[in-house]
């Protein structure tokens, strides 16, 4: 299913790529970048947060901090989106600093409020064990209806396709797919919520937004570059980093499967204390995350131009040399394996926390300097001394306080 996801995206941004051409797909790259800032910033960390938790108590059977849990979830829910509209709103009314239309600012509100019923139980259907529904909202569905959107509003001879348009199209892909997810779901979650044990809200809420604050920051390793490379440059360079980025990130392919899929073990293992254990399923993941990630960087750097050419046209030959400098990135982040996973499984949050900070603090200085006179192989650069940063500090906070190394060796 992730690897269905990774395809569908990878498709998309193709369409839009073709669709909207390289000046229009570089400004909707740039909004895009600032919208899922904002998306993760209302999401917070209750996604990764139930995931951890439900698997530990579903496995012993308590169901009490399960209801607990999603009563918890929902609450999180309902505040975030409180702010972040309000948040939205004043950005309208003083400095209209994202669009200019009203109507725009409301689509995303309503997109932010789906998005989030759909990530709210597609992450409850993951934690309780029903991995293959789970999965389907989130890495299926919304991706599929995306696109036969967009090709639906392209193809349509009374309809254009515009960086609105474009961005509309998400706002109701999130509410059909939520719509779906609620459909099938209710039955289930009616079972989870009860009554809601207050003890626990302390330490839930001061977990969750440090796991927040903490998938926010990587997330915002991704587009910051964009972000920055949108006001600095050109739209044309933002669209280049966009797809050589896209590209890139087929490298990834087995590490997003071995984190999706052996994080609940994880979970466990830390909760035992079983760091025997833990140690067989970081080689594993790194194993799995190389050699896949191997195969498809050395592709990649062989036929950059051709891949390039075929999938997003002529226009986007400049975004190559970028290309090349993050698939080897990628390739050193792939062979740390799920170093993230086992440090939040550890209940490692606040020294994460911590360290992707420095990371986006070197980040956002060295895209910042090197933006305006390299363009978009300069954002590349400050992403991959970023992400090693990220990679080594993580690796060794996980073996000084477990021994566990995440190293395919």
Known sequence: MRLTFIFLSFVLTILLSRFLGIDDFGSFSYLFAVLTIMLHFIRGGWPQFVVREVSIY??????EKLSSVTIFSVRWIIYSIILMSVLLILDYLIFKSIF?????YIVIILSLVFSSVVFLLSALNRGVGNIIFGQIP????????NIAIVSAIYLHPSLLLTVNSALMSIMISF????????LYTRTYIRLVIGKFNQRHKREWLSSVARIGVVSLSGIAMAQIPLVIIGIQNTSAATAEFRVAFQISALVLIGLAVANLNLAPAMNQCSAKQNWEKLQELALFSCRISVIPGAIICLTILIFDEDIVRLAFGVDYMGSVPTLKLLALGQLLNAAFGSVGVMIVAIRREKTM???????????????YLSVPHFGAIGAAFGYVISLSIWNISLFYILYKNTKVRSLPL
Do not use: C, K, R
């Open 58 to 63: 579903s496995q012993s059977g308590d169901n």
């Open 100 to 104: 200019d239309q009203l109507y725009m």
């Open 353 to 367: 926390l911590t360290i992707q900070v420095a990371s986006i603090s070197v980040l956002t200085i060295l895209s």
């Open 175 to 182: 509410v059909i797919v939520s719509l779906i997810t609620v």
């Open 138 to 145: 989130e890495l299926f569905l919304f991706p599929s209806v």
